[in-house]
Protein backbone atom coordinates (compact mmCIF):
# COMPACT_ATOMS: atom_id res chain seq x y z
CA UNK A 1 0.00 0.00 0.00
CA UNK A 2 1.12 3.77 -1.03
CA UNK A 3 1.54 6.43 1.64
CA UNK A 4 -0.05 9.41 0.81
CA UNK A 5 2.16 12.41 1.75
CA UNK A 6 0.32 15.22 2.96
CA UNK A 7 2.40 18.83 3.18
CA UNK A 8 1.97 20.26 6.08
CA UNK A 9 0.29 23.71 6.44
CA UNK A 10 2.01 26.43 4.30
CA UNK A 11 3.57 28.92 6.73
CA UNK A 12 2.70 32.66 5.56
CA UNK A 13 5.70 34.57 4.26
CA UNK A 14 6.27 37.98 5.19
CA UNK A 15 5.93 40.48 2.92
CA UNK A 16 9.29 42.40 0.91
CA UNK A 17 7.63 45.88 1.74
CA UNK A 18 5.48 47.34 3.93
CA UNK A 19 4.86 47.00 7.90
CA UNK A 20 5.31 43.91 8.38
CA UNK A 21 8.55 43.11 5.98
CA UNK A 22 11.23 41.59 6.70
CA UNK A 23 13.53 43.79 4.13
CA UNK A 24 14.81 46.04 7.02
CA UNK A 25 16.39 42.71 8.16
CA UNK A 26 17.95 42.41 4.66
CA UNK A 27 19.80 45.61 4.50
CA UNK A 28 19.99 47.10 7.72
CA UNK A 29 20.09 50.89 7.67
CA UNK A 30 23.99 51.27 9.16
CA UNK A 31 25.08 49.00 6.19
CA UNK A 32 23.45 52.02 3.71
CA UNK A 33 24.88 54.64 5.80
CA UNK A 34 27.93 52.83 5.51
CA UNK A 35 28.25 52.11 1.42
CA UNK A 36 27.25 55.49 1.58
CA UNK A 37 30.00 57.07 2.62
CA UNK A 38 32.38 54.62 1.11
CA UNK A 39 31.73 56.06 -2.31
CA UNK A 40 30.73 58.86 -1.64
CA UNK A 41 32.35 60.43 -5.16
CA UNK A 42 29.79 58.16 -6.75
CA UNK A 43 26.41 60.48 -7.15
CA UNK A 44 24.56 57.31 -8.71
CA UNK A 45 25.75 55.20 -5.26
CA UNK A 46 24.34 58.57 -3.53
CA UNK A 47 21.14 58.45 -4.76
CA UNK A 48 20.52 54.19 -4.60
CA UNK A 49 21.60 55.04 -0.61
CA UNK A 50 18.98 57.52 -0.47
CA UNK A 51 16.56 55.83 -2.15
CA UNK A 52 16.89 52.99 0.25
CA UNK A 53 16.84 55.45 3.25
CA UNK A 54 13.30 56.65 1.81
CA UNK A 55 11.98 53.24 1.74
CA UNK A 56 12.82 52.46 5.22
CA UNK A 57 11.28 55.47 6.51
CA UNK A 58 7.91 55.37 4.07
CA UNK A 59 7.44 51.34 3.92
CA UNK A 60 8.38 50.17 7.35
CA UNK A 61 7.79 50.07 11.42
CA UNK A 62 8.46 52.77 13.24
CA UNK A 63 10.94 50.72 15.54
CA UNK A 64 12.82 50.96 11.71
CA UNK A 65 12.43 54.35 11.14
CA UNK A 66 14.39 55.02 14.33
CA UNK A 67 17.08 52.55 13.18
CA UNK A 68 17.66 54.93 10.16
CA UNK A 69 17.99 57.42 12.45
CA UNK A 70 20.39 55.77 15.15
CA UNK A 71 22.52 54.66 11.85
CA UNK A 72 23.19 58.45 10.90
CA UNK A 73 20.95 58.22 8.16
CA UNK A 74 19.89 61.52 8.22
CA UNK A 75 23.34 62.97 8.45
CA UNK A 76 24.69 60.32 5.61
CA UNK A 77 21.56 62.03 3.74
CA UNK A 78 22.52 66.13 4.27
CA UNK A 79 26.43 64.92 3.39
CA UNK A 80 25.36 63.32 0.06
CA UNK A 81 23.24 66.82 -0.75
CA UNK A 82 26.76 68.74 0.05
CA UNK A 83 28.82 65.97 -2.00
CA UNK A 84 26.68 66.02 -5.16
CA UNK A 85 25.04 69.76 -5.18
CA UNK A 86 24.58 69.99 -9.16
CA UNK A 87 22.66 66.08 -9.28
CA UNK A 88 18.85 67.34 -9.06
CA UNK A 89 17.21 63.68 -8.57
CA UNK A 90 19.74 63.23 -5.80
CA UNK A 91 18.61 66.80 -4.13
CA UNK A 92 14.70 65.75 -4.70
CA UNK A 93 15.24 62.41 -3.42
CA UNK A 94 17.07 63.50 -0.29
CA UNK A 95 14.66 66.26 0.54
CA UNK A 96 11.91 63.51 0.12
CA UNK A 97 13.77 61.32 2.55
CA UNK A 98 14.52 63.90 5.45
CA UNK A 99 11.11 64.77 5.36
CA UNK A 100 9.87 61.61 5.42
CA UNK A 101 12.01 61.11 8.77
CA UNK A 102 10.98 63.87 10.04
CA UNK A 103 7.54 62.94 9.88
CA UNK A 104 8.08 60.38 11.80
CA UNK A 105 8.03 62.27 15.56
CA UNK A 106 9.23 65.31 17.30
CA UNK A 107 12.59 63.47 18.01
CA UNK A 108 13.23 62.57 14.60
CA UNK A 109 12.24 66.19 13.16
CA UNK A 110 14.66 67.10 15.76
CA UNK A 111 17.39 64.81 14.85
CA UNK A 112 16.96 65.46 11.16
CA UNK A 113 17.52 69.38 11.58
CA UNK A 114 20.30 68.90 14.04
CA UNK A 115 21.82 67.02 10.86
CA UNK A 116 21.77 70.17 9.22
CA UNK A 117 18.86 69.45 6.73
CA UNK A 118 17.71 73.23 6.89
CA UNK A 119 21.00 74.30 5.84
CA UNK A 120 21.36 71.60 3.21
CA UNK A 121 17.66 72.89 1.94
CA UNK A 122 18.47 76.32 1.40
CA UNK A 123 21.56 76.10 -0.51
CA UNK A 124 18.97 74.51 -2.58
CA UNK A 125 16.40 77.45 -2.90
CA UNK A 126 16.90 79.97 -5.48
CA UNK A 127 17.63 83.38 -3.75
Known amino acids: ?29 KWVVKNMHRF ?28 VLEANGAEAIVAAMQWHPETQTLQSLATKTLAALAAHSAAARRRVLEAGASEAWLEKSPA
Open 1 to 29: MARVFTPDKPVPQRPKSGPQSFGIELQQP
Open 40 to 67: REDPQQAEHGVAALLHMAETTLPEDVDA
